[in-house]
């Protein structure tokens, strides 16, 4: 009881920070979930970014990364967006390769899956290939390429970069490029690149793209759809044929889908793995013939168009993000048809929310309840078409561990957030009473310049 007032004062705090937070529009950002932060990173809104431009981005470093608190619950009309702090200080911009030369790329990983790696592109070779954002301390660091063993590990902005469960992050590059050797490679390739021990390898693709999507399934097989090639063509296989790339033993395979409702190829789409395990949400995309929302089932690679209620965006975005978060698809940012921002003219949010906790109806809302309770999930969208049959057992089992491992997770995070709550609250109170008694500084611990600088004189 005697902590409610704390907790209330708190959260007025909070959002009145939030407030003062208001993010420009944007495509090709990254979007990383670390925790119950949604962190964005970079992209950008101008049709042609030039060396002006981007200067001009940069004069907000709070602009260029910050995160989305994913704490509490929210409105989509007032967004806790949150500054990090000592960000405008800290964020080192100097050290990433420019939006103009392809931009970077970032996902999390480390020994805790509590950092993010920020990869460049190859473009500026006095530059470090890697940048690490540690969001347990907000510390920055840096790695040049002597640092790291094997490959140079290669980032831009139409990545869609994959985390794997053993902290590997996958990086298919569908451009041409040079290795450190000094072989050009048209058809682009798979960078590896292990954040437990900083080594990187390259891989020969299947498939060379850009902008595509990727979805990593609990066997650890990346599904990579749609897309265009480099030079700006759609890919001539559309969604009718998605790659499978098993992070296993590194192998490709081509998989054709069906139904009735085959997407038309598309690029700048995002999906995300439904809260089943088997069931690929894709959302938005550049053509308009498409619709919003497409279901792509692994269980029989067979594409529906979901049942959605609750009112949608009326603008269809590409070049956006998508995380799932508690029951939630998460949409960041984005823009509508050929590079335009009316979204927000028709009252749309930055942040789309889609609630996919019953995949027999999913429900646009603007509300985000981080404790939204998951209901089971359905093991298979084919149970009562298939007979009894060993395989098909198989897969129920499997799905039922998935579903006993999200029950688990579920009370698992409920249990976390109320004592993390309970220790905030604790912590803070010693915090206001040290504050009281000592007018402390800011206890955010601020990284050395040398950690910074040493990866680059390194480099030279
Ligand atoms: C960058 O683009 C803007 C807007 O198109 C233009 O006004 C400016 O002159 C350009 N700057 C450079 C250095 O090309
Ligand atoms: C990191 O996350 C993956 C799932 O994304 C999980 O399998 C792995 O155990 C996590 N590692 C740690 C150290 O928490
Ligand atoms: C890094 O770890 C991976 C296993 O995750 C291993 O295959 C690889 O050989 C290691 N590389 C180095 C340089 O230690
Ligand atoms: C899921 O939605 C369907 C269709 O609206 C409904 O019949 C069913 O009861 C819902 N399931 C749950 C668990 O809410
Ligand atoms: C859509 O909802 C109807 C009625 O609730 C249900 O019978 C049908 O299976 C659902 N379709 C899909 C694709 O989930
Ligand atoms: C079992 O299921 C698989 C995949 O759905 C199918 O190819 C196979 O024919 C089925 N076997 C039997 C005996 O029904």
Redesign the pocket.
């Known amino acids: 009881m005697f902590n409610f007032r704390l907790l209330l004062l708190l959260q007025i705090l909070t959002i009145v920070k939030s407030q003062l937070l208001t993010p420009n529009v944007r495509t090709l950002h990254s979007s990383i979930l670390v925790d119950k932060k949604l962190y964005i990173f970079s992209g950008f809104k101008d049709f042609v970014p030039n060396v002006t431009i981007e200067s001009t981005y940069n004069l907000n470093p709070n602009d260029r990364f910050f995160y989305l608190d994913v704490s509490k619950p929210f409105d989509t009309s007032t967004l806790p967006w949150t500054a990090i702090p000592d960000n405008d200080k800290n964020l080192p911009l100097n050290f990433f390769t420019s939006i103009i030369s392809g931009g970077v790329t970032a996902s999390y990983g480390g020994a805790n899956n509590d950092t993010i790696y920020f990869i460049n592109n190859e473009k500026d070779k006095t530059l470090p290939p890697v940048l690490t954002f540690n969001t347990k301390d907000n510390s920055w660091n840096s790695y040049s390429q002597q640092i790291i063993s094997g490959e140079r590990p290669i980032g831009r902005n139409q990545m869609r970069p994959i985390t794997d469960y053993s902290g590997k992050i996958f990086l298919l590059a569908g451009f041409s490029f040079t290795t450190l050797q000094g072989v050009t490679r048209n058809q682009g390739g798979m960078i590896i690149f292990d954040t437990t021990n900083l080594s990187c390898v390259l891989k020969d693709t299947a498939i060379s793209r850009v902008e595509y999507s990727a979805t990593l399934l609990p066997n650890g097989i990346i599904v990579y759809m749609g897309g265009k090639e480099p030079a700006g063509k759609p890919a001539t296989d559309g969604f009718r044929v998605v790659y499978l790339y098993n992070t296993n033993d590194n192998t490709w395979k081509p998989q054709p889908t069906f139904g009735d409702s085959i997407p038309n190829g598309d690029n700048g789409i995002s999906s995300v793995l439904g809260l089943d395990g088997f069931r690929i949400i894709v959302f938005g995309g550049d053509d308009i013939d498409n619709k919003m929302l497409y279901v792509l089932d692994t269980t029989n690679f067979n594409w529906y168009e979901p049942n959605v209620s609750g009112k949608g965006p009326t603008i269809k975005r590409f070049d956006h993000t998508a995380n799932v978060i508690g029951r939630y698809m998460v949409i960041a940012f984005g823009s509508g048809p050929g590079l335009n921002f009316n979204y927000r003219k028709n009252g749309e949010s930055d942040v789309l929310l889609l609630d996919i906790g019953n995949s027999s109806n999913y429900i646009w809302t603007n509300n985000f309840d981080p404790n939204a309770v998951i209901p089971p999930q359905s093991s298979s969208s084919s149970d009562s078409t298939?007979?009894d049959?060993n395989?098909?057992n198989n897969n129920n089992n499997k799905n039922t561990g998935i579903i006993v491992g999200v029950v688990v997770g579920v009370l698992g995070i409920i249990i976390i957030t109320s004592l993390s709550i309970f220790f905030f609250i604790k912590r803070r109170k010693n915090l206001l009473h040290e504050k009281a008694t000592s007018d402390g500084e800011n206890v955010m611990p601020i990284p050395s310049d040398l950690e910074l600088s040493s990866g680059r004189n390194l480099v030279k």
Request: hydrophobic share 0%; aromatic share 0%.
């Open positions: 298939q007979s049959n395989s098909n």
